[in-house]
């Protein structure tokens, strides 16, 4: 896994959650006072599931992982190759509006 990369998060200074950016309030105490800052791209696989017949638009098989990074903040992300199991590491990136997770052999 690249140790170095990262990821666009939002830190509230009110309350101290992070969270994937958004246009609106935090979404823990509603404070308008937060900020963009670089977070770990790497994460742990909680949940992962492939769907053999995806929405329209979506090739088959569409895989599907439920991630949370050390920042521990969650994401859910479209799987680029094969099925991750459960606790095993990810990289996850945005692909325009989409989070994109793939696995990587360790250095």
Known sequence: MSGSATIELSLCRSC???F???????PKCGSVDCVPYAGGAVGKVLAATELL?????WQAPHRLALVELT????VLAVVDGPSPSQG??????KDGEIYRARSEPSP
């Open 16 to 18: 101290h959650t992070r």
């Open 20 to 26: 994937l950016p958004t246009d609106g309030p935090c």
């Open 53 to 57: 017949v995806p929405a329209t638009g």
């Open 71 to 74: 920042d521990a903040v969650r």
């Open 88 to 93: 095993a590491l990810v990289e996850v990136r």
